[in-house]
């Protein structure tokens, strides 16, 4: 248990769906982080989020839309996505944008059919 | 470019000690860090290395060459617990981006 929840931990979405990924931390962290596991590939930074405003958008297509309403809350909105979207989608948090040390997660695995 | 490299996959036998080794090529650089991720969980943090030398934490150990771009993760007394697959990462000392490798898949037998 590291403190940070994610919610559902397996989804399944049809290409035309919309359906939404939530994480939760109730560490005191500043800062939230999404980030991509595909199998064989390494982790991939999404986005970044520092005081609930985003830091970072690393070039992810516009149907994947984060959102974070308090400093405990990630959101990552999904629509129309792609079959190569299937991943695990784990989101992290750390004290500071710059701290040593993130708390990831158990990720959400989604499979697009 | 940027470029994170440790092998695939790695065996061991309990009570073994095992190396992990980690190149990296990043455009600047301001740390190191281990992460162990077991199948189907969240990753842990292990060690962070910024300065040359060895950091020990326990059974765990890591080491940092800066000036030779590498890396390595020391486990010692093998348990079967700790197969799982041990992830590098670089933070990027131009965008403070933590850099994945692919990981390493560590199986330890009996």
């Given amino acids: ?113 | 470019g940027q470029n994170i490299d440790q092998p695939t996959e790695m065996t061991a036998t309990e009570g073994a000690i095992v190396q992990i080794n980690c190149t990296y090529q990043t455009s600047g650089f301001n740390g190191l860090f281990w992460y162990q991720q077991h199948a189907g969980e969240a990753p842990t943090f292990l060690s962070y290395n910024v300065l040359d030398g060895l950091e020990e934490k326990g059974r765990f150990s890591s080491f940092l060459s800066r000036s030779k771009g590498y890396s390595y993760l020391l486990l010692k007394e093998l348990q079967m617990k700790d197969s799982a697959s041990y992830l590098c990462a670089v933070r990027s000392e131009d965008t403070d981006k933590l850099i994945f490798g692919t990981g390493t898949r560590l199986q330890v037998f009996p």
């Fill in chain 1, 1 to 113: 248990e590291t403190g940070v929840t994610q919610t559902p931990r397996h989804l399944v979405m049809g290409m035309t769906n919309k359906k939404s990924l939530k994480c939760e931390q109730h560490l005191g962290h500043n800062a939230m982080y999404w980030y991509k596991q595909s199998a064989k590939k390494p982790l991939e930074l999404m986005f970044v989020y520092s005081l609930e405003e985003r830091v970072e958008n690393n070039s992810v297509p516009s149907r994947f839309s984060p959102e974070c309403p308090n400093s405990s809350h990630l959101f990552l909105h999904l629509h129309t996505l792609q079959p190569e979207d299937s991943a695990l989608y784990l989101c992290a948090s750390s004290q500071e944008l710059l701290s040593t040390e993130a708390f990831f997660g158990q990720g959400t695995r989604l499979t697009v059919v």
